[in-house]
């Protein structure tokens, strides 16, 4: 036992000890230029057909070539791995030219590559977990030499924002089981601008730069991306020195970062909407009610007062920290300039109690004694619930801002938490819901959201999702998203897009609440230069596309500087921790020995 | 009747002479009836109100001022009326536990003991059972499951920290009922429900009081951490203020106060338990009364 | 899980002490494996008690079509009944298939098994030092019950004993890490070792870094039990006839403790400690999420976020059971050691 003892003495010591010495840090004149990015959720899967998480996704475009990225100005796709592109007259054959470009193992990239991808996300239903959706519409896939075409089954104007990465084929198709694979061999072929080295689970991911890469080597030569589940501790991150950038930041650990002259707060417009989704008479795909939403939400009246009663600037500044613009439009955000609409003059619905009363006194919601408001027929109060997320603290925030506002209309709002996968089954496919919370995050092209409020997403009759966000199913919206699929002239599909934008803003089946700001942070003593997407004010982390990670400058001197001192407190501390402890096990242990000469006695 | 009432308050007057020398217990006890005292007079001064945000008037995030003496919160809500009208879903969630726990643990411990044969043996088995399921994680677990709401919070506290009390009242009951005068009330006809409930049971009554007031204590922190951890009851207590404070980002704002209130609130009513229940052990268990 | 003063000489000294070694390891183990088949039984009923379309619940939103839902529906067998899908578990978990998690796609027991060793470095340290403070403080408390240092260690560790793990954790984080006023932030922030970790003993040293704040954290808080256990039985020690025996002889106070008394009292609270090994488990969930320390707590409290019901299944699985296995080891050396029964 004793032995045991001085064992774990011994243990403490060299766990402690361990401070003394300073985390050796290879100064060399020539110090590889290395920027660490932080992220606050890790890496899911380092196979692209699995991943779903953002810094996932993220990881990967900075690996791997798509066929059209946004461009870095516009945002409208511009050439990646397909150098140019043509389109059969009726829309449904495209032919991509691939770039003559090598893998980073040397190999020549060809459409063989781009059509085995495709073909084997068609083919293999492991495959699909990702982006499945993206090749729902694809009838077929061939290359030849470097030309892919691509046959749809029906016309698909958002054809080149495709979020599918290029895969290199011969190093893939040797992959048994897609589903299970994990891609964990380094360094990964590659055909972007870095190569992932290594990968340590729920740790960090290292990226060597392409230095093949058909643009030219990225001006680092080390990208690092390091994973926290304590956004407080990412933050710290970012103060110390340990990361150099970090994005997605919710809006009070973006304010904390004011006031150090190191760091540069960069808060742009972004790429999200937060909406209300309104139960105004759920159906299924066979259009069979279903669900227990109120019947005063059927009436858009009724919807149109709740959306006057929404103050949303002070959402904004309460909810947000001011760091998020009130919403006047819809499902769009206005960071992308050529799709966003915003309701103007009559049409604009801005925050009037009074009005709100009115329109609801007016179409005979009548307030009873308890100065609750009932139905015309007087059959049923206009008590509502609003279903939100558990753990979600903004928006339970939102919703106490929200029930004090329509206590004011005569209405009663109870909150409904409920995990997410209860709240995606409530308030996507059993509609058993009033009003809850949503939002979604925006792709330049905004197909995908507008998507989520046709017809055909509700669910099916025996209670299979579809993916709708509304349950909507509108004729006048049918048409028109059917007009924007055929029409490949941008500025053209544009308005017919704003045209959905204002059906969802006045029949209010969503009503949108505010647009959050994109906020990140980055060290100026470490990071030289980064040029965000779209280049003026656009985003970095959070963007889409490569731009701002294949641009980014390390400042030269590089930071071991910094790191050094640090480390010399470390050592001094460390040292000083070091000694107590060895004169306090010194002790322990002389008192041990003596014990033992008392035995032999 | 008045001989065994005689006797109790004898009894009584005994234990509370000896309860006042252990000084860390009066402490304990005095600050744990003031917190009580506070939580159960908050409604006649405030009501839920005061967690509403939208009725936060302060500046966000403000350090300690006379308006508000321990600050405000992200929304401008005062810290100090928070604290107190959550103290209200701490201890009740606290208590309630301890007494599901008790209960639980009261019944099953004393059936274990006076049940010698295999409904013993069986008893036995279960708590055991239950004795060695990380505590923590299986009342994550049952959250989860449930949903977060007050009651399922309590459940899944009291449903796993009843076995060391189904323990000690079994040891207990054994020492009980090895006791001559059971014997003898058992041969006068005296039934199971007889013997336990009048003699068995007021004879652990004191030891069961010490160890649930521990209970409380564990529990109040069981609670905090779960909150943390994201499974709360959906009301102001000061758990979820401390998820509060991590999820606005309190720490690397500097907003000291509404990290550390919270926790000291929680630190020192917990002491206060453990230190009044320790005292009570020391007192009733005289094997350990030498200890001071 | 209370501070009171447990038992655990009287638990213990129950058993019937005569039976033989080997009687009394297969009894033990048959209780373990008895122990272990009610927590596969009670775990498989408690995830079927979810609410909701389990399939649904896998997949969190993310749009699937019908013929999508009922190929993932025959793949977790829920089209079968009950009792097929109980005997189908069952078998599936005894071959330590634990299913294959959601949110990554892969099994749950390949993700566990990447983990594990970080969270067995990190309780196992935190646990030899948690111990070796508490049996050390314990010991000379108990030996001079009322003495300053025994109201200064008690004191001290019941109010450690009182504090959040997650809060202490912040704070630690907030001094040591972040660094305040003139304190340095000198420690890691996150993880178990630096991006660009040297190589041989510098790794080691990173590493030795990056545990100091997490296994702080764990050692305060638990620290206490081990250290009131340890006193007590010192207490009980203190009474004993020998003690008082060995005095008399003129031995030197110091001598009697250390060669009678602490190793006497020692089996007990190595026994408590293996009975507690749970509760160290469970507070390897909050550090580890703290301090973003890539073990099987972070996997755990994922799960719990996201949520991931395969994945919280198989984890809570493994932590058990292996749990239980501990404890019936405990017993068993337990058995082995303790003089008393190795006598009779």
């Known amino acids: 036992m004793r032995k045991w003892i001085g064992a774990t003495a011994a243990m403490g010591m060299l766990a402690l000890g361990g401070l003394a010495g300073p985390a050796a840090q290879a100064a060399e004149p020539s110090a590889p230029k290395v920027i660490r990015v932080g992220a606050t959720q890790a890496m899911d899967s380092m196979n692209p057909f699995l991943a779903v998480r953002l810094v996932s996704s993220s990881i990967h475009r900075w690996m791997y070539g798509y066929l059209a990225v946004p461009d870095s100005k516009t945002l ?107 891609a964990n061999e380094y360094p990964a072929v590659t055909s972007g601008p870095y190569i992932a080295v290594e990968h340590k689970k729920d740790q960090y991911v290292k990226l060597k730069a392409n230095p093949d890469y058909w643009r030219g080597a990225p001006k680092i030569d080390e990208l690092q991306v390091i994973f926290y589940d304590n956004p407080a501790a990412a933050i710290v991150g970012l103060k110390k020195g340990d990361i150099d950038l970090i994005g997605r930041l919710a809006p009070p650990d973006f304010e904390a970062l004011k006031g150090d002259e190191n760091i540069v707060q960069w808060n742009t417009e972004g790429r999200r909407a937060t909406y209300l989704q309104v139960n105004h008479g759920a159906t299924t795909s066979d259009n069979k009610p279903i669900g227990d939403g109120h019947p005063a939400l059927k009436d858009p009246k009724v919807r149109q007062a709740l959306h006057y009663a929404i103050d949303k600037q002070k959402l904004v500044d309460q909810v947000q920290n001011g760091l998020a613009k009130p919403a006047d439009g819809s499902i769009v955000p206005p960071m992308y300039k050529d799709f966003f609409w915003q309701a103007e003059g009559e049409k604009k619905v801005s925050f009037d109690v009074a009005k709100a009363n009115k329109i609801l006194d007016d179409a005979g919601y009548k307030k009873g004694a308890d100065g609750i408001r009932t139905m015309p027929d007087g059959s049923r109060k206009l008590q509502f ?28 709002l109870t909150t409904k938490r409920l995990d997410s996968s209860k709240f995606t089954e409530e308030t996507g496919t059993t509609a058993l819901f009033d009003i809850a919370i949503s939002g979604w995050s925006v792709n330049p092209d905004p197909e995908e959201v507008l998507a989520t409020h046709l017809c055909s997403r509700r669910p099916t009759a025996s209670g299979e999702g579809g993916g709708t966000e509304s349950f909507y199913c509108d004729p006048q919206y049918e048409a028109l998203y059917q007009q924007q699929l055929k029409e490949l002239d941008r500025p053209k599909r544009a308005d017919i897009i704003k045209k959905m934008e204002e059906r969802l803003y006045t029949d209010a089946p969503v009503i949108a609440l505010y647009y959050p700001n994109n906020l990140e942070g980055y060290r100026k003593d470490r990071i030289a230069k980064v040029t965000s997407i779209p280049e003026d004010k656009g985003m970095l982390y959070g963007g889409s596309g490569y731009w701002p990670f294949y641009t980014l400058e390390a400042v030269s001197k590089d930071g071991a500087a910094a790191e050094d001192d640090g480390s010399n407190t470390g050592v001094i501390v460390g040292i000083v921790a070091g000694v107590l402890i060895l004169i306090g096990a010194g002790y322990f242990l002389t008192r041990r020995r003596k014990t033992v000469a008392d035995d032999r006695e | 009747m008045s001989i065994t009432w005689t006797r109790r308050r004898l009894a009584f007057g005994r234990f509370w002479a000896s309860f006042r020398t252990q000084r860390a217990g009066v402490i304990g006890l005095a600050i744990l009836l003031l917190a009580v005292l506070l939580a159960v007079i908050a409604p006649l001064f405030i009501d839920a109100g005061v967690t509403n945000v939208v009725s936060g008037t302060g500046e966000k995030l403000s350090p300690p001022s006379w308006d508000d003496p321990l600050g405000t919160d992200e929304s401008g809500r005062s810290v100090l009326l928070m604290i107190w009208w959550g103290s209200r879903t701490s201890l009740l969630i606290g208590f309630l536990a301890a007494l599901l726990s008790m ?40 959250a989860a499951i449930l949903g977060g709401s007050t009651v399922t919070i309590i459940a899944a506290i009291g449903v796993t920290s009843w076995p060391s009390t189904a323990r000690l009242i079994r040891a207990q009951t054994l020492a009980v009922e090895a006791r001559p005068y059971i014997e003898r009330s058992q041969a006068l006809g005296g039934g199971h429900w007889h013997i336990t409930t009048r003699h068995v049971l007021p004879n652990v009554a004191p030891l069961l009081l010490a160890s649930t007031t521990l209970e409380v204590a564990s529990a109040i922190v069981t609670e905090s951490t779960l909150a943390f951890l994201g499974v709360s009851a959906n009301k102001t207590s000061w758990g979820t203020m401390l998820r509060g404070s991590y999820d606005w980002g309190a720490a690397t704002s500097g907003a000291w106060w509404y990290i550390l209130v919270p926790g000291l609130c929680i630190v020192i009513v917990v002491m206060a338990f453990t230190l009044c229940g320790r005292a009570l052990e020391n007192v009733l268990n005289p094997r350990l009364r030498k200890a001071v | ?251 030197k106070d110091d001598e009697i403790r250390r060669r009678h008394a602490v190793p006497n009292a020692l089996l007990p609270t190595v026994t408590l400690v293996f009975m507690r090994i749970g509760f160290v488990v469970g507070g390897a969930v909050t550090v580890e999420a703290i301090f973003s320390w890539p073990g099987l707590g972070q996997l755990f409290y994922e799960a719990i976020r996201v949520p991931d019901f395969t994945l919280m299944q198989g984890t809570f699985l493994l932590i058990t059971v292996s749990v239980i296995l501990m404890n019936t080891l405990a017993d068993v050396i337990y058995h082995v050691l303790d003089p008393r029964v190795r006598s009779a």
């Not at chain 1, 519409?137 to 075409?149: C, E, I, K, M, P």
């Not at chain 3, 019908?66 to 097929?84: N, T, V, W, Y």
């Open chain 3, 1 to 251: 899980m209370t501070i009171s003063t447990p038992p655990a000489a009287d638990a213990i000294a129950e058993e019937p002490a005569r039976r033989g070694l080997l009687r009394y390891a297969v009894a033990k183990v048959g209780g373990a494996l008895l122990s272990i088949a009610m927590v596969i039984v009670a775990t498989f009923f408690a995830f079927r008690l979810l609410p909701g379309d389990p399939v649904r619940a896998l997949a969190q939103g993310r749009n699937m079509t019908p013929e999508q839902l009922d190929l993932e529906r025959r793949r977790l067998g829920l089209d079968k009944s009950l009792l097929e899908q109980f005997v189908q578990f069952v078998n599936q978990t005894v071959h330590f298939d634990l299913g294959t998690s959601y949110e990554y796609k892969r099994p749950v027991l390949d993700l566990i098994g990447e983990r594990i060793g970080a969270t067995l470095l990190l309780t196992g340290t935190a646990l030899v030092m948690a111990v070796s403070l508490g049996i050390w403080q314990g010991a000379r408390a108990g030996w001079k019950p009322g003495s300053r240092f025994d109201k200064f260690s008690t004191g001290v560790s019941l109010v450690l004993w009182s504090v959040p793990t997650f809060w202490l954790g912040l704070l630690l984080l907030m001094v040591f890490a972040a660094g305040i006023g003139p304190i340095p932030g000198i420690f890691p922030t996150r993880g178990i070792e630096s991006v660009d970790a040297p190589d041989g003993f510098g790794y080691v040293l990173d590493v030795a870094k990056h545990m100091v704040l997490p296994c702080l954290t764990m050692v305060a808080v638990v620290y206490a039990q081990y250290l009131l256990v340890m006193r007590s039985s010192v207490l009980d020690e203190v009474g004993q006839d020998y003690v008082t025996t060995a005095r008399a002889k003129g031995l």
């Open chain 1, 385 to 412: 619930r609003f279903s939100i997320h558990t753990d979600a603290p903004i928006e339970e925030k939102l919703a106490e801002y929200l029930t004090g506002w329509f206590k004011e209309l005569g209405i009663t």
């Open chain 1, 76 to 182: 409208q796709p511009s050439p990646d791995l397909a150098e140019s592109w043509t389109t059969s007259p009726d829309g449904l054959t495209w032919t991509f030219k691939i770039r003559s470009a090598k893998w980073s193992d040397g190999q020549p990239i060809t459409a063989a590559d781009a059509a085995w991808t495709f073909n084997k996300m068609i083919t293999d239903d492991g495959a699909k977990t990702a982006n499945g959706p993206a090749v729902e519409n694809f009838a077929s896939v061939t290359a030849n030499g470097q030309d892919l075409t691509v046959k749809l089954k029906t016309p698909q104007a958002s054809m080149l924002d495709n979020p599918v990465p290029i895969m290199p084929k011969h190093a893939w198709e040797k992959v048994g089981d897609i589903a299970r694979y994990e």
């Open chain 2, 103 to 142: 209960v639980i643990g009261t019944v099953l411990g004393i059936a274990a003991g006076h049940f010698r044969g295999w409904i013993g043996a069986i008893v036995m088995r279960i708590t055991d059972w239950f004795l060695v399921l990380p505590s923590l994680v299986t009342a994550l677990v049952l």
